[in-house]
C-alpha cells in the first residue's frame, strides 16, 4: 500500500532526526552555548567599564584570585554555601520524610491539607523573600510580635541568626517538594512486603528500617540530588532577605557571582570564574553524594522480610 508507514524510512534516522534536531538545537542555544561562553570569559579579564573589545587572555589568573585568597570574600562564601546546603536539605528531608508518612496513612480532610501543603511551591520566590523579610522585622514583624508574648524580641536578620533565618525559609519553602516525592515513592511501594513481615513478627520499627527506607531509595536519592542542585544555586530569595548581609553572613556563591559581576566591580572575568568554580562545586558534590549513596541494585523484598524474620527469631 502507498503510503504505508511501516516502511524503512519511517524507522530511519534521518526521519527520526526530524524530530529531535528541534530539541537539539533549542539545547544548544540555551545550554551549551552559554557555557562555552561562561567558560572563555572566565578565562579573560572582560570588565564591564572597559568594554568587550578590550577583554584580554588571562589565563588562569582570575581563578588563582579565588583559590589564593585575592578575593577575601571567595572561600566565606564556600563555607556559608556548604553550611546551607548541609542544613536546608537535611531539615527538608527529615521533615517532609515525617510529612509523606503521616500522609501515608488515613487521615481525616487528606486533600484539604495537601492543598495546603504545595501552598510555598506555588509562590513565586522573591515574593517569599519579601514575605518572610515582614515577617522578620524587628519592630513590626509577625514573629516577634508572637515572641512578645512572652516578653523576648529577636533580630531575626541580624548578624547572629541571619543565616539561621535564611536556612528557615528555605526549609518552608522546599520541604513540601521533598514530601511530596516521597509521598509518591511511598504510594508506589506495595502491601504485600509489610503483611509478610507483620505475620513474621516485625515492628513497626523494623519495617520502617528493612523495607520503607530500601524501596524509597530511589526516590530519597532525587529528591535529595535535586535539592541539592536548587540550594547550590538559589539566589532571588536570599536577595531579597538579606542581599548576602549583613556584612557577607549570607553572602552565598550565587550572591557571590552577582556582586562580584554586577553589583559595585563590573569584573565579569572573574564572576565567570566564580561561577565556573560553583559548577565544579555542584558536580563534585553530585559525584560525591552518588558514591556515597552506592546505588547499587535492590535487595528484593523477600530477602529483607527474611531478614526481619531472622531478627525476630533470633530475640526469641
Same mark, same amino acid.
Given at each position: 500500500? &502507498?503510503? $504505508?508507514?511501516?516502511?524503512?524510512?519511517?524507522?530511519?534516522?534521518?526521519?527520526?532526526?526530524?524530530?529531535?534536531?528541534?530539541?537539539?538545537?533549542?539545547?544548544?542555544?540555551?545550554?551549551?552555548? !552559554?557555557?562555552?561562553?561562561?567558560?572563555?570569559? +572566565?578565562?579573560?579579564?572582560?570588565?564591564? %567599564?572597559?568594554?568587550?573589545?578590550?577583554? #584580554?587572555f588571562v589565563?588562569l589568573?582570575?581563578?588563582?584570585?579565588?583559590?589564593?585568597g585575592?578575593?577575601?570574600?571567595?572561600w566565606?562564601?564556600?563555607?556559608?554555601?556548604?553550611?546551607?546546603?548541609?542544613?536546608?536539605?537535611?531539615?527538608?528531608?527529615?521533615?517532609?520524610?515525617? =510529612?509523606?508518612m503521616?500522609?501515608?496513612?488515613?487521615i481525616?480532610?487528606?486533600p484539604?491539607?495537601?492543598?495546603?501543603?504545595?501552598l510555598?511551591?506555588?509562590i513565586?520566590?522573591?515574593?517569599i %523573600?519579601?514575605?518572610?523579610k515582614?515577617?522578620?522585622?524587628?519592630?513590626y514583624?509577625?514573629?516577634?510580635?508572637?515572641l512578645?508574648? =512572652?516578653?523576648?524580641?529577636?533580630n531575626?536578620?541580624?548578624p547572629? &541568626?541571619?543565616?539561621?533565618?535564611?536556612?528557615?525559609?528555605?526549609?518552608?519553602?522546599?520541604? !513540601?517538594?521533598?514530601?511530596?516525592?516521597?509521598?509518591? +515513592?511511598?504510594?508506589?511501594? $506495595?502491601?504485600?512486603?509489610?503483611?509478610?513481615a #507483620?505475620?513474621? %513478627?516485625a515492628?513497626?520499627?523494623?519495617?520502617?528500617?528493612?523495607?520503607?527506607?530500601?524501596?524509597?531509595?530511589?526516590? @530519597?536519592?532525587v529528591?535529595?540530588?535535586?535539592?541539592?542542585?536548587?540550594?547550590?544555586?538559589?539566589?532571588?530569595?536570599?536577595y531579597?532577605?538579606?542581599?548576602? +548581609? !549583613?556584612?557577607?553572613?549570607?553572602?552565598?556563591?550565587?550572591l557571590?557571582?552577582?556582586?562580584? +559581576?554586577?553589583?559595585?566591580?563590573?569584573? =565579569?572575568?572573574?564572576? $565567570?570564574?566564580?561561577?565556573?568554580?560553583?559548577l565544579?562545586?555542584?558536580?563534585?558534590?553530585?559525584t560525591?553524594?552518588?558514591?556515597?549513596?552506592? @546505588?547499587?541494585?535492590?535487595?528484593p523484598?523477600?530477602?529483607?522480610?527474611?531478614?526481619? %524474620?531472622?531478627?525476630e527469631?533470633?530475640?526469641?
Amino acid at each position: 500500500m &502507498s503510503g $504505508s508507514r511501516s516502511g524503512p524510512y519511517w524507522t530511519s534516522r534521518s526521519y527520526l532526526l526530524r524530530f529531535l534536531l528541534p530539541a537539539m538545537i533549542t539545547l544548544v542555544l540555551i545550554v551549551i552555548v !552559554p557555557m562555552v561562553f561562561l567558560w572563555y570569559v +572566565g578565562f579573560t579579564d572582560y570588565d564591564l %567599564g572597559k568594554g568587550w573589545e578590550q577583554r #584580554r587572555f588571562v589565563g588562569l589568573a582570575n581563578f588563582l584570585m579565588l583559590f589564593s585568597g585575592v578575593d577575601r570574600d571567595f572561600w566565606p562564601a564556600v563555607l556559608t554555601t556548604l553550611i546551607f546546603l548541609a542544613a536546608s536539605v537535611t531539615l527538608e528531608f527529615a521533615i517532609g520524610l515525617a =510529612i509523606a508518612m503521616l500522609f501515608n496513612r488515613r487521615i481525616v480532610a487528606k486533600p484539604v491539607w495537601m492543598a495546603f501543603l504545595i501552598l510555598p511551591l506555588t509562590i513565586t520566590p522573591a515574593v517569599i %523573600g519579601l514575605m518572610w523579610k515582614l515577617m522578620y522585622n524587628t519592630e513590626y514583624g509577625v514573629l516577634n510580635f508572637l515572641l512578645g508574648l =512572652i516578653q523576648t524580641k529577636v533580630n531575626w536578620l541580624g548578624p547572629q &541568626s541571619a543565616l539561621v533565618s535564611v536556612i528557615l525559609v528555605d526549609v518552608w519553602q522546599w520541604t !513540601p517538594f521533598v514530601a511530596l516525592m516521597l509521598y509518591a +515513592g511511598l504510594q508506589a511501594i $506495595s502491601i504485600e512486603p509489610y503483611e509478610s513481615a #507483620r505475620i513474621d %513478627g516485625a515492628s513497626s520499627l523494623q519495617l520502617f528500617r528493612y523495607i520503607t527506607l530500601p524501596l524509597l531509595k530511589p526516590m @530519597i536519592v532525587v529528591a535529595l540530588l535535586l535539592r541539592s542542585i536548587d540550594a547550590l544555586r538559589i539566589f532571588d530569595t536570599v536577595y531579597v532577605l538579606t542581599k548576602g +548581609g !549583613p556584612g557577607n553572613i549570607t553572602e552565598l556563591l550565587s550572591l557571590h557571582v552577582y556582586r562580584v +559581576g554586577f553589583e559595585h566591580t563590573g569584573w =565579569i572575568g572573574r564572576s $565567570s570564574a566564580v561561577a565556573i568554580a560553583l559548577l565544579i562545586l555542584a558536580t563534585l558534590i553530585t559525584t560525591l553524594f552518588m558514591r556515597v549513596v552506592n @546505588i547499587t541494585k535492590p535487595v528484593p523484598a523477600a530477602a529483607r522480610i527474611e531478614e526481619v %524474620g531472622r531478627d525476630e527469631r533470633s530475640k526469641r
